[in-house]
């Protein structure tokens, strides 16, 4: 059985399944689950909400969704997000989606994600005719940048 | 208190550690609840930053900011790691209803439909030198500052891009 837990001066490795520890370098990191100089991809906060309809009433207003973080991170987090289509949309069936703008029987369907360091922030694309938009979030602890 | 870290043989007479989350026992709860499980596959970042933009001119002015075949170092790698591009920013002090002027992220860009070429930012890895060379584009919408530059972030994933 392959030794799989390193811990020693200026390493901390815990190496795949069927993997040697001691014989993986950082220049293969997919070959460890676990190593120094790399930050996991902890899930801060999950979740499902709703941006509602925009008015486009001309004037620069917002009105969308803003989900609060459970604190101010200080940076602006690596954020997954997807459209979730109910049974009754456009496609007939409940799925989610990566794209954040299609047009279903000519009415505009959109919305865009800010993250900031406190919250995330939805608004939607198009007029009054439009639906409100329901989506899934997942906020990493990781810094983008 | 609950034990919250298992080393040894984690069940099935698999050999390896699992960390549970706050208040859940390591030895009941279920894989939804683990922070870590040797078992599973996982993702780590081996580098983030953040690349200025430049003023792309044309007919959108300064409202458009870009980046020009920028080249970031890597550590060095023996294969082309996955990356996530997306444009940072700070919001317009003249919307309501949000912050004024705080740091946000656009994840897919300005969504202005009507401009051309289109939003975009992608990337090219070098394996020769183990650079990144990214190109970006992107329009300053209503919901960003205009006095604000703009950056590129990007992140790095311990994952093989393929």
């Known amino acids: 059985m392959a030794p799989r837990v390193l811990i020693e001066a200026g390493k901390v490795r815990v190496s795949k399944p069927g993997v040697d520890v001691t014989a993986t370098s950082l220049l293969r990191p997919d070959e460890l689950l676990l190593s120094e100089g790399t930050q996991s991809l902890g899930i801060l906060m999950t979740g499902q909400a709703t941006a509602t309809r925009y008015a486009e009433d001309g004037n620069p207003s917002y009105n969308g969704a803003q989900i609060m973080l459970p604190y101010d991170l200080g940076y602006v987090p690596f954020v997954l997000s997807q459209r979730v289509f109910l049974a009754d949309e456009a496609i007939n069936t409940p799925a989610f989606s990566e794209i954040n703008r299609i047009d279903v029987a000519t009415a505009d369907y959109g919305y865009y994600l800010y993250p900031m360091t406190d919250r995330l922030l939805y608004f939607k694309w198009g007029g009054t005719t439009t639906d409100d938009v329901v989506f899934r979030y997942v906020v990493y602890y990781v810094k983008g940048g | ?162």
Request: net charge positive; hydrophobic share 45%.
């Open chain 2, 1 to 162: 208190m609950v034990d919250r870290i298992l080393v040894g043989n984690i069940g099935g007479g698999v050999y390896g550690i699992k960390v549970s989350k706050a208040g859940i026992d390591v030895k009941t709860g279920d894989d939804a609840q683990m922070m870590f499980d040797s078992r599973a596959a996982n993702t780590r970042v081996i580098m983030s930053g953040s690349i200025p933009t430049i003023n792309a001119g044309g007919s959108l002015g300064t409202s458009r900011r870009k980046v020009d075949n920028v080249e970031i170092q890597l550590p060095a790698l023996e294969y082309e790691p996955l990356v996530f591009l997306n444009f940072i920013s700070k919001t317009n002090p003249a919307i309501t209803g949000i912050p004024a002027s705080a740091l946000l992220g656009m994840a897919w860009m300005s969504g202005i439909y009507y401009v051309n070429p289109k939003d975009y930012t992608d990337f090219r890895w070098v394996a020769a030198t183990n650079k990144l060379v990214v190109n970006a584009l992107c329009v300053k919408n209503d919901y960003v500052d205009p006095n604000y530059a703009m950056y590129v972030q990007f992140l790095v994933f311990s994952n093989r891009s393929n």
